[in-house]
T-cell receptor, first 111, second 113 residues
Framework: KQEVTQIPAALSVPEGENLVLNCSFT??????LQWFRQDPGKGLTSLLL?????REQTSGRLNASLDKSSGRSTLYIAASQPGDSATYLC??????????FGKGTKLSVKP | DTAVSQTPKYLVTQMGNDKSIKCEQN?????MYWYKQDSKKFLKIMFS???????INETVPNRFSPKSPDKAHLNLHINSLELGDSAVYFC????????????FGPGTRLTVL
């Protein structure tokens, strides 16, 4: 049974720092991995989707990597800003297409 | 031009009542989902429909009944609401199972008193 784990559960950094969020999954037979952002009281915004054949994806200051064989993904945020404060979730598809989520990393970027 | 919309955004009701949450997507997707986010913020699948057919029905009380009148709509009806049903319910949609980005609605915060 696929399980997704995110470390750390919470992270507080000063503005301008580069940071890394970690995601691990137990079953490496995945089609893709998706990173989401959730702001308090809001829905989920898709940030990046990495297909199983890809090693990384970039969008602006965000870079996500995927190592299927080791069951790991990282989300790198460069030059963090207070507006990056949110909960970041990673998810992989289950056998029937539904997403299996980690519990998220709550990021706080202090001005 | 909202991609995935849900109504209502907030729902406050008494125990024992029956309520419905509606979801619509205008992306032309053929698969739609309901997820539940509990008080600890953990998101978990409840149901999935592909072309109006139920394909996932996780361990959810049968008080919860999804209905898909067409590909663009997936509604969630809940009977005999209980305190433990309080959560945020998210609708999502995608083109194909497993391989495509899922797009989420804004969520419906259900509070059962």
């Amino acid at each position: 049974k696929q399980e997704v784990t995110q470390i750390p559960a919470a992270l507080s950094v000063p503005e301008g720092e580069n940071l890394v969020l970690n995601c691990s999954f137990t079953d490496s037979a995945i089609y893709n991995l998706q990173w989401f952002r959730q702001d308090p009281g809001k829905g989920l915004t898709s940030l990046l989707l990495i297909q199983s054949s890809q090693r990384e994806q970039t969008s602006g200051r965000l870079n996500a990597s995927l190592d299927k064989s080791s069951g790991r993904s990282t989300l790198y945020i460069a030059a963090s800003q207070p507006g990056d404060s949110a909960t970041y979730l990673c998810a992989v598809p289950g056998s029937q297409g539904n997403l299996i989520f980690g519990k998220g990393t709550k990021l706080s970027v202090k001005p | 031009d909202t991609a995935v919309s849900q109504t209502p955004k907030y729902l406050v009701t008494q125990m024992g009542n029956d309520k419905s949450i509606k979801c619509e997507q205008n992306l032309g997707h053929d698969t739609m989902y309901w997820y539940k986010q509990d008080s600890k913020k953990f998101l978990k699948i409840m149901f999935s429909y592909n072309n109006k057919e139920l394909i996932i029905n996780e361990t959810v009380p049968n008080r919860f009944s999804p209905k898909s009148p067409d590909k663009a709509h997936l509604n969630l009806h809940i009977n005999s609401l209980e305190l433990g049903d309080s959560a945020v319910y998210f609708c999502a949609s995608s083109f194909a199972r497993s391989t495509d980005t899922q797009y989420f609605g804004p969520g419906t915060r259900l509070t059962v008193l």
